[in-house]
């Protein structure tokens, strides 16, 4: 595809993981045995909050607690006001970290928000958080500016994940290549990441250099975050808690993939989504609710056989 048209990695990547399910069905095999095999089975979810007030995150913490929830991603940045910001995480910390201890996994995610003097401003206030329990900024500037991130990785002790930075495997080489004796993590989601096919190049990436990877979701159905999965499960160097397959919980989905792999472990009391193990993808599609989505057809005939 990438010798036919250049870039455009969201497209490509619907066509690539459709190869991957058509092979997966000929072959009778799930994705992730094509990929090598799992190397687990299931993943605990990461829940993403809006930008609010810190009370407002309290009271939506409390219950996402309760349904099994210990990873949260606070979206930050439509709300300029640094100080709150800091306050939220903070609020968080305090108010939950005495029941979750450690486990409780806190991601300032900024969507590229901030400059680089407000990124700043934000990791200083979140340092003395850092003894406290897992913490790590998401992709605080833009992704116009990668210098900015690996100068903020100089000036900061607060791990950085890299999400709309990473599209291309340069860049995730790049990524690599620059960040010294530290190991922040990466973000991962497979649309973004131009599919199955170039997802894995950067997992490999991050293979070589020991880079953890989160993986996350855009406003996709439950056929991406299918792919992402199968992904998941066999990438060598994944962050150990909380990854985000949220966008089934959210839309109404084309697949059945949330109510059928998404359960509260009685053990654990974590919330977690579990690998399908049909062939290819292993999920079904509701043709009814893809209808409601659709607003164009095209059908794509062999040439040489019509
Ligand atoms: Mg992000």
Same mark, same amino acid.
């Given at each position: 595809?990438?010798?036919?048209?250049?870039?455009?990695?969201?497209?490509? @990547?619907?066509?690539?993981?459709?190869?991957?399910?058509?092979? /997966?069905?000929?072959? /009778?095999? $799930?994705?992730?045995?094509?990929?090598?095999?799992?190397?687990?089975?299931?993943?605990?979810?990461?829940?993403? *909050?809006?930008?609010?007030?810190?009370?407002?995150?309290?009271?939506?913490?409390?219950?996402?607690?309760?349904?099994?929830?210990?990873?949260?991603?606070?979206?930050?940045?439509?709300?300029?006001?640094?100080? *709150?910001?800091?306050?939220?995480?903070?609020?968080?910390?305090?108010?939950?970290?005495?029941?979750?201890?450690?486990?409780?996994?806190?991601?300032?995610?900024?969507?590229?928000?901030?400059?680089?003097?407000? @990124?700043?401003?934000?990791?200083?206030?979140?340092?003395?958080?850092?003894?406290? /329990?897992?913490?790590?900024?998401?992709?605080?500037?833009?992704?116009?500016? $990668?210098?900015?991130?690996?100068?903020?990785?100089?000036?900061?002790?607060?791990?950085?994940?890299?999400?709309?930075?990473?599209?291309?495997?340069?860049?995730?080489?790049?990524?690599?290549?620059?960040?010294?004796?530290?190991?922040?993590?990466?973000?991962?989601?497979?649309?973004?990441? /131009?599919?199955?096919?170039?997802?894995?190049?950067?997992?490999?990436?991050?293979?070589? +250099?020991?880079?953890?990877?989160?993986?996350?979701?855009?406003?996709?159905?439950?056929?991406?975050?299918?792919?992402?999965?199968?992904?998941?499960?066999?990438?060598?160097?994944? +962050?150990?808690?909380?990854?985000?397959?949220?966008?089934?919980?959210?839309?109404?989905?084309?697949?059945?993939?949330?109510?059928?792999?998404?359960?509260?472990?009685?053990?654990?009391?974590?919330?977690?989504?579990?690998?399908?193990?049909?062939?290819?993808?292993?999920?079904?599609?509701?043709?009814?609710?893809?209808?409601? +989505?659709?607003?164009?057809?095209?059908?794509?005939?062999?040439?040489?056989?019509?």
């Amino acid at each position: 595809m990438d010798a036919i048209i250049p870039g455009n990695p969201q497209a490509k @990547a619907a066509i690539d993981i459709a190869c991957w399910d058509i092979l /997966g069905k000929k072959l /009778g095999a $799930p994705i992730y045995q094509l990929l090598g095999g799992p190397l687990r089975t299931s993943l605990d979810l990461l829940w993403p *909050m809006g930008d609010q007030e810190p009370e407002k995150d309290k009271k939506e913490m409390k219950k996402k607690i309760e349904e099994g929830y210990k990873t949260f991603m606070f979206k930050m940045g439509a709300i300029k006001d640094i100080d *709150m910001q800091i306050e939220r995480i903070a609020t968080a910390r305090e108010s939950f970290g005495k029941k979750l201890g450690k486990e409780l996994v806190i991601v300032p995610d900024a969507n590229q928000a901030f400059t680089k003097d407000e @990124a700043i401003q934000l990791l200083r206030g979140l340092e003395p958080l850092q003894s406290k /329990g897992p913490l790590f900024v998401e992709q605080p500037v833009s992704k116009e500016r $990668p210098q900015d991130m690996i100068s903020l990785q100089r000036q900061t002790s607060i791990p950085l994940s890299i999400d709309e930075s990473l599209v291309t495997v340069k860049d995730a080489l790049h990524f690599a290549q620059q960040q010294g004796d530290r190991r922040d993590e990466a973000n991962v989601k497979v649309v973004k990441n /131009g599919g199955i096919s170039k997802a894995m190049e950067t997992i490999g990436v991050a293979k070589l +250099y020991g880079i953890p990877i989160l993986f996350n979701s855009m406003l996709e159905t439950g056929v991406a975050q299918a792919a992402a999965l199968h992904l998941a499960a066999v990438t060598p160097t994944l +962050y150990p808690s909380g990854h985000c397959f949220m966008s089934t919980l959210r839309l109404k989905d084309v697949t059945t993939f949330a109510s059928s792999l998404i359960w509260k472990e009685k053990a654990s009391g974590l919330l977690m989504v579990h690998l399908p193990t049909g062939p290819g993808l292993g999920i079904s599609l509701d043709e009814e609710a893809l209808e409601t +989505y659709t607003v164009d057809k095209r059908v794509i005939t062999d040439d040489k056989k019509a």
